[in-house]
């Protein structure tokens, strides 16, 4: 108790530095997102599409809900692709209409993503049509930490951020996969009237 006490003093006098959580939210433009806090403890994040109340917002938006980090740093990330331009935008928006319990808005991350032809999310929405002042922007694939200021930063925490877009799906569409499964079986049954012809 006194090497708490002592170091909360110190911390209160500048002297020492504060200690920091540390959580790495990832979210994927499907609707899956989760929070990991210290390495630990995976919390999923709630989703839903609604109207997004930042500049420029459009009405139906995939919106995870941060559950209520102390102090978010509003603003957009633009996440470009080299040789390609801008493919997606991450917006963070603090929350609103708060009172001793809940808000009517909460903090929020909104996926804004670019449609790839043959893939379909629910983050595909077109962009807004302006944006907030504070804008940062990163290559696609990279790990977003934001800084003090910077859009996501949130104080007393290192956050990073995992933006997953358009990633390619794990199984095939059932067409897909009914045309593989009759071409290998016809290449098979051509083999075996071949070999029983010799």
Not at 31 to 59: E, K, R
Request: hydrophobic share 35%.
């Amino acid at each position: 108790m006194k090497t708490y006490l002592a170091a909360g003093i110190l911390m209160l006098c500048g002297i020492v530095p504060a200690f920091s959580a540390e959580l790495t939210i990832t979210v994927f433009e499907n609707g899956t997102g989760s929070n990991l806090f210290d390495g630990t403890t995976t919390t999923p994040l709630p989703f839903s599409l609604i109207a997004d109340p930042g500049p420029g917002g459009q009405g139906s938006v995939l919106t995870f809900d941060l559950l209520n980090p102390p102090n978010l740093q509003f603003g957009d990330v633009f996440i470009g692709t080299p040789g390609e331009g801008l493919s997606d935008i991450i917006r963070f928006n603090p929350a609103t209409g708060c009172d001793s319990d809940t808000c009517t808005y909460p903090a929020s991350l909104l996926f804004y993503s670019s449609n790839v032809e043959g893939l379909s999310s629910l983050a595909d929405n077109n962009p807004p049509s302006s944006s907030y002042a504070n804008t940062t922007s990163i290559v696609e694939g990279a790990t977003y930490t934001p800084d003090p200021g910077q859009p996501g930063y949130v104080s007393g925490a290192t956050v990073h951020y995992v933006f997953n877009s358009d990633e390619p799906a794990g199984t095939p569409e059932p067409a897909t996969a009914w045309l593989l499964v009759s071409g290998l079986g016809l290449a098979g049954f051509v083999r075996r009237r071949r070999l029983a012809n010799q």
